[in-house]
């Protein structure tokens, strides 16, 4: 195992050496190289292994961002600085990057600029030795920086990270290596709070994510998916993601009258624990997070947010409905259900939309939700908290 740089935290020191870990002999060494050739101390950069070489772009130092792309063979152990040309990506910090070895290309995805989160894509050639801006199809996930990504494959997938406005991601998202094309995964079970500074690696074809920051405390979990045998998502969540993405829409053409209110308040949208009914999240823009756990919260109300519910036990403990997603009701829509029961007019123009609701809703409302019916879409698959590191049991 090879580590490169990084940053003490404490001191305010950058460092640019590189050290290897033994798993035989359980012992840390610094690889030797020549000093004038090593690439300046940074944080924060991509450092990938293609054939006998170690790879390291991008980067910070504490006043600048790094776009150079610097090579360090394990069998001559010296640096080199590789001249590339083509469509060199922008100078950056708390991007990610993973090599895919078959058509010999090192990808990279998002990151920092100094301005702004990015969500563009690269990809170098090793053959070449050319930069090219990669072209996709699909809808590219959420700018974003200090996600991870991992290979599987011909398929790359990204988790967590956040964005210029603190807003943290718990989507995970897959890149078809083969098409160029993007699409989110529709991941069920466990599945991880949004996180940044977290690891993640694949071992067979499981993606195993450990710890991370979630904008309060620094976690130590560890999740596993497996990312080896990806399924179409059900009809349930194809439809109830629609729904809570397009509720104000169809409210424009229909109403929700006739719907069983189970429905309403389990498969499409969640009550908090104030009876309000809350859709999707307005701070990770997902429609899909709305399953709420209960999770003691200490933080003060503020002007800002709404009284959290009161421990009848404990007058000095407050308690809060949290979506998984780690975000609290305030935080997901309050949905105006005097809207959803009330009469609009239908015009022609409108027909074809209300046919294909009432479609869906019989669809979804006729079988049973644990049906094996699909239609195509993202692909799904479920996450599992590692019980050896949380003392519960893994779902499988």
């Known amino acids: 195992m090879f580590i490169f740089g990084g940053y003490d935290g404490r001191d305010g020191n950058y460092f640019n050496d590189l050290f290897y870990f033994n798993f035989e002999s359980q012992r840390w060494d610094e690889m030797p190289s020549i000093v004038g050739n090593r690439p300046e101390a940074r944080t924060d950069h991509i450092m990938v292994l293609h054939s006998s070489c170690i790879y390291i772009f991008g980067g910070y130092n504490g006043s600048c961002r790094f776009n150079d792309l610097c090579e360090y063979s394990v069998e001559k ?53 050319e930069w090219r801006k990669m072209e996709t199809r699909g809808t590219s996930p959420p700018h974003r920086y200090r996600h991870t990504a991992v290979i599987f494959g011909d398929n790359m997938f990204v988790f967590g990270g956040v964005d210029k406005t603190h807003s943290r991601f718990n989507d995970l998202q897959r890149l078809d290596l083969l098409t160029n094309t993007w699409s989110e995964v529709c991941t069920t079970g466990s599945i991880p709070s949004s996180r940044t500074f977290h690891r993640a690696v694949v071992v067979g074809s499981k993606m195993y994510l450990l710890g991370g920051y979630d904008g ?24 109830s993601e629609y729904i809570r993405r397009n509720t104000d829409a169809i409210l424009d053409v229909t109403t929700f009258k006739g719907v069983p209110s189970d429905v ?35 933080t003060p109300d ?48 409108s027909t074809k939309v209300l046919m294909l609701c009432g479609s869906i809703y019989k669809r979804l409302f006729d079988t049973n939700s644990s049906s094996s019916s699909y239609l195509l879409g993202s692909p799904t698959s479920r996450f599992s908290e590692d019980s050896s590191i949380s003392g519960k049991e893994c779902i499988t």
């Open 302 to 349: 503020t002007e800002n947010s709404p009284p959290a519910n009161r421990d009848k036990n404990d007058t000095n403990q407050k308690k809060e409905y949290v979506c998984l997603c780690g975000h609290s009701n305030y935080h997901h829509e309050l949905i105006d259900e005097s809207k959803l029961y009330g009469k609009k007019p239908v015009d022609s123009t």
């Open 216 to 239: 309060t405390d620094r976690l130590q979990d560890l999740y596993a998916i497996d990312v080896g045998a990806l399924s179409p998502p059900s009809l349930v969540d194809i439809c």
């Open 77 to 129: 152990k010296r640096w080199h600085r590789i001249e590339a040309n083509g469509s060199i990506p922008s100078r950056r910090f708390g991007h990610s990057g993973v090599v895919h070895a078959a058509s010999n290309r090192l990808i990279v995805f998002g990151g920092w600029d100094g301005r702004d989160t990015l969500n563009d894509l690269f990809e170098f050639n090793f053959v070449t030795n």
């Open 264 to 298: 309403l308040d389990h498969v499409i949208f969640k009550r908090d624990g104030e009876s309000h009914l809350r859709g999707k999240c307005k701070v990770c823009r997902s429609g899909r997070c709305c399953v709420y756990r209960v999770r003691k919260d200490d």
